[in-house]
Each structure stands twice: as C-alpha cells, then as structure tokens.
C-alpha cells in the first residue's frame, strides 16, 4: 500500500495534467474581409447583424500616409479610403456571404463617392488578403455584372488589401453610440433612397 504522501504526490500530478486541459476552450479560426463603402459608420451596422462576424473596425486603407488622422484622410490627400474590417468564423458565414451584403450596401455606379459624400476617401472597393479572396470577389463582380437590376457600369474597385489603421474610437460603433445623429446622418445622406432605387428595397 502506498504511504500517504505519494498518494498526494499522484493527486497533484492527475489535477495538474487534467484541469488545465479541462479549462481550455477550442481555438475559432478567423479569417478578415475589408470593404470600402462610404462612410465607415454605415457599413458597420450590416456586417455586425450577421451570425458568424465576430467584429466589425472602422479604419482606412489604400494610401501611403502611415497612421492617418481622420482630418487627413478626410482631406482627400492621403489616397486613403474609409473602410470597414471584418473579422468572421469561416466556419459559420462565408465569404461570398459577405460580398453579397457589401454589394447591396453600396452604389458600385459611382467612382470616387458614395451618396452625399464625395472624394477618393469614400470610393467603393473590395480588398482581398488572399488569392482566394480576389478570385471569389472577382467571381463575384462577373455575377452581378450578369445580373444587376441597373444599367449603370460596376466601378467598384477590387484591389490588395494594404495596411489597414483603426479609426479614431469615436468612429467605432457610431450607430450605437450616437444612434440619433447616425439616423440623421444616413437619411440626410440619401443612403436608403438610393439603395432602394439600386437594389429594389432597402437592405435589412
């Protein structure tokens, strides 16, 4: 019979190697999807309904100033444009899922603005950060081009994603923590009206 003390010895050894074991959770393998848009705070709102986005950052990307300020971007000089990043499950929303709300988020007639916003900091885009990416984003595009319910030409752009620099946090979830003026700002702007002539309906 084992003395006392190597029984603790053992109980130690079985809590040691089991709990640690119980007490991790399975890694989510996420993947990151970036789109331009317009105005960052309007395209928050559409990613973060749906199931499997795990977070949505305003930011900008596609120029060559490091670190850009609001108030530079904004000027128009920076070459960046105002964009949405997507952080999502793979495993519980797709990619195409994705690009399909992008597109009836947006005007794609349009270049260099959206709505009532006008400049090379709002154009519309789709930035890849794989190969897969742009092969569906471009499948994608040749789609709607088949069957869009306008006239207009697509120049939504499709490009590599670059870096990519967070907003300032009061641009972060804008349309929850400024709900009032958010409404004001998306119904002055034409958004919904717009879209509603594009697309047939306005996006839910």
Not at 130 to 157: N, W
């Amino acid at each position: 019979m084992l003395p006392l003390r190597q029984w603790f010895v053992i109980a130690a050894l079985f809590i040691m190697g089991t709990v640690p074991a119980l007490a991790q959770s399975p890694v989510v393998k996420t993947a990151k999807a970036t789109f331009a848009g317009g105005c960052f705070w309007c395209m928050e709102a559409p990613y973060d309904k749906i199931p499997g986005v795990i977070s949505t950052i305003s930011g900008y990307m596609g120029g060559t100033v490091k670190n850009p300020t609001y108030e530079q971007v904004s000027s128009g000089r920076t070459g960046h444009t105002e964009v949405v990043q997507v952080e999502y499950d793979p495993s519980k929303v797709t990619y195409e899922k994705l690009l399909q709300v992008f597109w009836v988020n947006i005007d794609p007639t349009v270049k260099n603005a959206q709505f009532c916003d006008h400049g090379s900091q709002y154009r519309s885009g789709i930035f890849y950060h794989d190969d897969e990416q742009r092969k569906r984003a471009q499948a994608s595009k040749a789609a709607l081009d088949k069957s869009k319910p306008f006239k207009a030409e697509i120049v939504t752009e499709i490009t590599k994603a670059g870096e990519f620099y967070a907003a300032e946090d009061y641009h972060q979830n804008y349309y929850q923590v400024n709900p009032v003026r958010y409404k004001i700002y998306r119904n002055g702007c034409g958004r919904d009206a717009r879209l509603k002539e594009l697309w047939g309906r306005i996006p839910e």
